[in-house]
Structure formats: structure tokens, C-alpha cells
């Protein structure tokens, strides 16, 4: 059984949801992925693991009747895994119209960055590693790292979470 379903919508203006961020925490940093890329957020549980995938494939979840891949986030990103958090979220997004769930430590909160408030970032954060940055936004005194999922997964990797 899924818990804590949720999903982020409103009746607000599409310039203001383009402009709001779910953010999560993986490991000691906070990141943000585009409101309107999620789909959901679920506790992660009862994960069916695949033997010889990807080492960033946790396995696969039934979410209400659907079956889809959880990839570990931490592992996907090179960020050491530290020790495993027992409340980890799985944020459910959609990416070149496939669903899949990125495992994370916490998620946070919806917070809005207004232009102004977002850093494009040093050159060396647009490095090939780092494809899926699309800036840094900043709230209070506080930084988040913004994620831009649709270059999450290459071509190959996302047709190989969906084979059967």
C-alpha cells in the first residue's frame, strides 16, 4: 500500500507554478526540481529488485496498479550515499512521457524562485557532468541546487529502466 500521496497543483497562474520548485535533501545539500515535472511524492517501500541492473536501479514499485523503476538519486549523481535515511521519499516525475521514481532522502517544501533569484551558476557547473543543473536558486540564505530532469537519463538508459 502506497502512503503519503500527494500531489502539487493549484489554481495559481501558469508563470507563478513554472516558477515554484519541489525541494529535497540528498545527503547534506538541497536540491529543486520544476513543481510541474512532478507527478507525486510516495514513501518508498516494498521495492522489487532487479538482479544485474544499473547500480542507480533501487527497483520497481507498484504505485496503484502501475509498476515503475526507483532510481537511488544519490547514486545517479555520484553523491556519496552516507548512511540510508528510513523515511526516503520516491518523487515521482515524468520524463519523454515515462514515469519513474527518484529515491531521496527528504523532501522539503514547494518554494518559489522569482528570476531574479535563480544564478545560472559558474561556468564550471555547466560541465558535461553536471548537464542537468540549471542554476542555483536562492532563498533567504539559503542555496538550492535546480535540476533540470529531462537530461536526467540518456536515450539508452531511459529505454533500458522500461524493458521487459
Not at 59 to 67: A, T
Not at 70 to 87: C, R, Y
Not at 102 to 122: K, T
Given at each position: 500500500?502506497?502512503s ?41 517501500e ?12 533501487r ?6 496498479g ?8 544519490k ?90
Amino acid at each position: 500500500m502506497v502512503s503519503d500521496h500527494r500531489t502539487y497543483t493549484g489554481q495559481n497562474s501558469n508563470q507563478e507554478i513554472e516558477q515554484k520548485y519541489l525541494t529535497f535533501i540528498l545527503g547534506e545539500e538541497e536540491y529543486g526540481v520544476p513543481v510541474l515535472q512532478v507527478k507525486e511524492v510516495v514513501k518508498v517501500e516494498n521495492l522489487i529488485p532487479i538482479p544485474h541492473s544499473r547500480r542507480y536501479f533501487r527497483g520497481l514499485m507498484d504505485i496503484r496498479g502501475r509498476v515503475l523503476p526507483v532510481i537511488d538519486l544519490k547514486q545517479k549523481l555520484g553523491i556519496d550515499p552516507g548512511e540510508s535515511q528510513a523515511q526516503q521519499r520516491a518523487i515521482i516525475i515524468e520524463v519523454q512521457n515515462k514515469r519513474i521514481g527518484l529515491a531521496v532522502d527528504q523532501v522539503s517544501h514547494v518554494v518559489r524562485f522569482p528570476p531574479e533569484n535563480i544564478d545560472p551558476g559558474p561556468p564550471s557547473l555547466k560541465s558535461a557532468t553536471s548537464k542537468f543543473v540549471t542554476g542555483v536558486g536562492k532563498n533567504r540564505d539559503e542555496f538550492v541546487v535546480l535540476m533540470n530532469l529531462e537530461n536526467l537519463f540518456a536515450d539508452d538508459e531511459l529505454a533500458g529502466l522500461f524493458q521487459r
